[in-house]
C-alpha cells in the first residue's frame, strides 16, 4: 500500500525551498516501518532529477546498440554498457541529455548524434 504524497502550498514552497519538499515527499513514499526512518538526502542534480522523474542507477534500456546505461549526477558522467559487453565512460553529460537517451525511440541514433564523440 502506497501513501499518498502531500506537497505543501506553494507559499510553503517559497519558505521551505525545493530540498525540504523534496525530503518531505520522498518520507511520504517511505512505507511505514515502526522504529525504522531512512534518510534521504538530495542535493544539486540528484534532487533535479528525483524532481523531474528521471531514473538514475542502472537503466536497462531496448536497444540493438545498448544493453543499458548508468548516470551519476553528481559528476554528470554517463557509463554507456554497449552489446559487445564493453562499457563506457561519457564525462560532462548534462543530466537533460542523459534524458534525452532514455527516452529517444532509438538509443543508438541517439548515442551516435548526441553523446558519442561529443562527450569525452
Same mark, same amino acid.
Given at each position: 500500500?502506497?501513501n499518498p ?10 519558505a521551505?525551498g ?9 518520507e511520504?513514499?517511505?512505507p ?5 526512518r531512512i ?7 540528484a534532487?533535479?532529477?528525483f524532481?523531474? $522523474?528521471?531514473?538514475?542507477? *542502472?537503466?536497462? !534500456? ?5 544493453? /543499458?546505461v548508468e548516470y551519476? &549526477? ?6 554507456a554498457t554497449?552489446?559487445s $559487453?564493453r562499457?563506457?565512460y *561519457?564525462?560532462? !553529460?548534462p543530466?537533460?541529455?542523459?534524458a /534525452?537517451?532514455l527516452?529517444? &525511440?532509438?538509443?543508438?541514433k ?6 558519442? $564523440?561529443?562527450?569525452?
Amino acid at each position: 500500500m502506497t501513501n499518498p504524497v502531500q506537497l505543501e502550498p506553494s507559499a510553503a514552497l517559497d519558505a521551505a525551498g525545493p530540498s525540504t519538499v523534496a525530503q518531505q515527499e520522498m518520507e511520504a513514499r517511505q512505507p511505514v516501518l515502526p522504529g525504522v526512518r531512512i534518510n534521504v538526502d538530495l542535493s544539486g542534480a540528484a534532487l533535479e532529477a528525483f524532481l523531474l $522523474g528521471i531514473p538514475l542507477g *542502472y537503466q536497462p !534500456v531496448a536497444s540493438s546498440m545498448l544493453l /543499458g546505461v548508468e548516470y551519476h &549526477p553528481d559528476s554528470l558522467q554517463l557509463a554507456a554498457t554497449f552489446v559487445s $559487453g564493453r562499457t563506457y565512460y *561519457y564525462v560532462g !553529460v548534462p543530466l537533460m541529455v542523459y534524458a /534525452g537517451l532514455l527516452n529517444a &525511440p532509438s538509443k543508438g541514433k541517439y548515442m551516435r548524434s548526441a553523446i558519442i $564523440g561529443v562527450y569525452g
